[in-house]
């Protein structure tokens, strides 16, 4: 008596999570195997993802909110960046806005340090 795979995987999308919970359970116990084995591999992988990110160099820089200090904000944007008179007002107005796509840690740092010194958000990403 052959089981037909399909009719299997059929039959188990039919089924409850409590169903399927039982069926796991079975599973394990008739050929001595646990599901906790993959489970705990994932929190492992999850753990190594904050290194990966504090190892990053570029940062997109990012206004997220104009202030209420509009005029502050503008002398501040063109401080820290190359922007005009007329970009800088135009990103402040426009917020959110992004102010640089690949700048490195210590720029972007300056940056979003100027930039919310003058009243305004920013997100680094």
Request: aromatic share 2%.
């Amino acid at each position: 008596m052959a089981v037909n795979k399909e009719k299997m995987i059929e039959d188990i999308g039919n089924m409850s999570v409590l169903e399927l919970s039982e069926m796991v359970k079975d599973l394990e116990e008739k050929f001595g195997v646990s599901a906790q084995a993959a489970v705990a591999a994932a929190p492992a992988a999850a753990g190594a993802a904050p290194a990966a990110a504090e190892e990053k160099t570029e940062y997109k820089v990012e206004l997220t909110e104009g202030g209420t200090e509009k005029i502050k904000v503008i002398k501040a944007l063109r401080s820290v960046t190359t922007l005009g008179l007329t970009d800088a007002k135009k990103a402040v107005e426009n917020a959110p806005t992004v102010l640089a796509e690949s700048a490195s840690k210590e720029d972007a740092n300056k940056m979003k340090e100027a930039i919310e010194a003058a009243g305004a958000k920013v997100k680094l990403s």
